[in-house]
């Protein structure tokens, strides 16, 4: 968005960082039931932490990442080969 990169990286079996331009932006944790790679939603039940200086922009695309790919690796994982389908 502009000149924001957003990535989400796995940090663990239930854990994922959100970074904006390299720097932390929120870390995610899934729950045990999100981390079934077969979910048609992979993160709607994750929490976020966030920094301090993250605004309404950065919370309503970081929140639409982790919705749509998950707070976990399995998701992150099972996501790859569905992205190439669409």
Same mark, same amino acid.
């Given at each position: 968005?502009? +000149?924001?990169?957003?990535?989400?990286?796995?940090? $663990?079996? *239930?854990?994922? %960082?959100? *970074? *904006?331009?390299?720097?932390?932006? #929120?870390?995610?944790? $899934?729950?045990?039931? =999100?981390?079934? &790679?077969? *979910? =048609? !939603? &992979? $993160? &709607?039940? #994750?929490g976020l932490t966030w920094a301090g200086w993250?605004? &309404?922009?950065?919370?309503? !695309? $970081? %929140?639409?990442?982790?919705?749509?790919?998950?707070? +976990? #690796?399995p998701s992150a994982i099972a996501g790859i080969p569905g992205s190439f389908l669409d």
């Amino acid at each position: 968005m502009g +000149d924001r990169t957003y990535e989400l990286r796995p940090t $663990g079996l *239930r854990r994922t %960082q959100l *970074r *904006r331009n390299g720097e932390l932006l #929120a870390e995610a944790l $899934g729950t045990w039931g =999100s981390c079934n &790679p077969f *979910r =048609s !939603i &992979p $993160g &709607p039940d #994750a929490g976020l932490t966030w920094a301090g200086w993250a605004d &309404p922009a950065d919370v309503a !695309i $970081g %929140q639409s990442m982790v919705v749509a790919y998950g707070a +976990d #690796a399995p998701s992150a994982i099972a996501g790859i080969p569905g992205s190439f389908l669409d």
